[in-house]
Nanobody, 123 residues
Framework: VQLQASGGGLVQAGGSLSLSCAASRRTISNNGMGWFRQAPGKEREFVAAISRSGDSTYYADSVKGRFTVSRDNAKNTVYLQMNSLKPEDTAAYYC?????????????????WGQGTLVTVSS
């Protein structure tokens, strides 16, 4: 699976951004999908994940209630809607895929990674 994340940019605090992760070469309908982020000088951290059916989602406490993960298997794409953005959300955001039916939250769970898309939130 090849993953391409997009949608990052510069936004003011309180604003919104929508990230997309488009998959190619193989369908992601058999994959749990996740979003992670990495700020400069920090380790990569879990943001959100969704099961292959889309029935189950899971969020990091830091983004719960502000971010929403969703997927469209027909379009082979996963989304991350980010609202009420804060300066501490500034990071490179990565999407990842893992074959399986569950929700996966650890970066080592995932087999495939896209390149990052940069999100910068100004105060």
């Amino acid at each position: 699976v090849q993953l391409q994340a997009s949608g990052g940019g510069l936004v003011q605090a309180g604003g919104s951004l929508s990230l997309s992760c488009a998959a190619s070469r193989r369908t992601i309908s058999n994959n749990g999908m996740g979003w992670f982020r990495q700020a400069p000088g920090k380790e990569r951290e879990f943001v959100a994940a969704i099961s292959r059916s889309g029935d189950s989602t899971y969020y990091a406490d830091s983004v719960k209630g502000r971010f929403t993960v969703s997927r469209d298997n027909a379009k082979n794409t996963v989304y991350l809607q980010m609202n009420s953005l804060k300066p501490e959300d500034t990071a490179a955001y990565y999407c990842a895929a893992k074959e399986g039916k569950y929700v996966y939250t650890g970066p080592r769970d995932y087999n495939y990674w896209g390149q990052g898309t940069l999100v910068t939130v100004s105060s």
